[in-house]
């Protein structure tokens, strides 16, 4: 059995909670301000509130499952998809997260150009997306320890920032907008929940360095119960009193847009690096014979060139692909824990399993298939498209299993 090394250098909570904050701004910022111009105050906390807990149960699950196995993600997809079967599951993953960093480096840059150009510099675009990548590959080629200690300066920075735009916010003389009362329960708390739902399903990459499980469940409820929800808030009121569309915009009304661009900028590096320290570490399971900081580099060089492009277009679309494909592979590996993990990972299961399992794979296709036919209003479980993927997967994988043991005894 795969059991925890008591030399193993591990984590506490609270270091946890804040790589995981570092790492969701980015998203928080990009949807709450859309959220915030759609939905009334009360709504809105409402809305925050049960997305945040759904969050939080969720997470609490994936970063126990880590934290048991002693693995990341990528070494506990093995199991229920098979060792060759999980190479397809890191593939997506290796793009999901990539995708982010692109993403993530375009705003670092196009911030930072804002910046510049108020104070009458004009730098290329390419040139800061490059720089910013330099930045994000320099805070992750050292390891986990160096992704903490980031986190440790840049969010305090980034909550001293929140806590002014806020203030300027309720004090400035702006007209104030009425809320568009547009967007529905249901996906209002889908925007919440999918925001982040690829870290989540992701969470045993860091719960493989948390201490044990206690600490694994208090680093789920501060970041999700007590910190996402306040961070959600704080970007969504901006837009919800001017109603701009965005963080930006909101607070170009205030007259504040640069501790708004700071914000963004901070935001932007706190989160590329922990896509990057992800990133690496999935993609170092499909690249075996390059070492990780090598890895780390080619994933800089690769976003300094995708994030130059015009890809903002590309994003909701990219959401949506996220929102479906990846949670059912958290509700997945989440049943094969419940049902044959519980006591650890053997590592001799994987020579005697199938190399590809093919029940899991349309276990995984159902709950996906399950995601995309809620967003498109065909079926509706939960009202929650992420949630119902996840759950339709799992209790598919419940089903599948069962029968291929039978049908192979």
Not at 289 to 296: N, S, Y
């Amino acid at each position: 059995m795969r059991k925890t090394n008591v030399n193993l250098d591990t984590a506490p909570s609270h270091r946890i909670a804040m790589i995981l904050l570092g790492i969701a701004v980015t998203p928080v910022l990009l949807s709450s301000s859309s959220l915030g111009n759609h939905l009334s105050d009360s709504a809105l906390m409402t809305v925050v509130a049960v997305g945040s807990l759904i969050l939080t149960v969720l997470a609490a699950i994936t970063i126990s499952v880590g934290e048991k196995a002693r693995l990341p993600t990528y070494g506990i997809v093995k199991y229920p998809f098979g060792e060759k079967g999980a190479v397809a599951i890191n593939m997506l993953l290796a793009v999901s997260l990539f995708g982010w960093i692109a993403v993530t480096a375009s705003m670092f840059g196009n911030s930072v150009h804002d910046l510049l150009a108020q104070q009458g510099l004009n730098v290329p675009t390419p040139v800061l997306v490059a720089l910013g990548c330099v930045i994000f590959v320099a805070s992750t080629a050292f390891g986990f320890a160096t992704l903490g200690k980031v986190a440790q300066f840049a969010v305090p920075v980034i909550s001293a920032m929140l806590c002014y735009i806020l203030y300027v916010a309720s004090h400035g003389h702006v007209e104030l907008a009425a809320a568009v009362g547009n967007m529905g329960t249901g996906v209002a708390i889908s925007t919440v929940v999918g925001t982040i739902i690829v870290l989540v399903a992701t969470l045993p990459d860091f719960g493989c360095f948390v201490h044990n499980r206690k600490h694994a469940i208090l680093a789920a409820i501060l970041t999700f119960t007590i910190a996402y929800p306040l961070l959600f808030w704080a970007g969504a009121t901006p837009s919800a009193l001017t109603g701009k569309g965005s963080l930006l915009g909101a607070m170009a009304m205030f007259g504040a847009t640069l501790p708004a661009a700071l914000l963004i900028v901070f935001a932007t590096v706190t989160g590329n690096t922990g896509n990057m320290f992800q990133g690496t570490l999935v993609v170092s399971t499909l690249l075996t014979r390059f070492p990780k900081w090598q890895i780390t580099i080619a994933l800089g060089v690769l976003a300094a060139v995708v994030g130059s492009m015009d890809i903002m277009s590309w994003f909701i679309p990219f959401l949506l692909f996220l929102g479906v494909a990846t949670p059912p592979v958290a509700g997945i590996y989440v049943a094969d824990f419940v049902m044959y993990r519980r006591h650890g990972y053997e590592e001799t299961v994987l020579t005697r399993d199938s190399p590809i399992k093919l029940l899991t794979f349309v276990a995984w296709m159902v709950g996906s298939l399950a995601g995309f036919a809620a967003i498109k209003g065909v079926i509706t479980l939960t009202t929650i498209p992420s949630l119902d993927s996840i759950l339709v997967a799992s209790g598919c994988y419940l089903l599948l299993s069962r029968f291929s043991q039978r049908g192979g005894a």
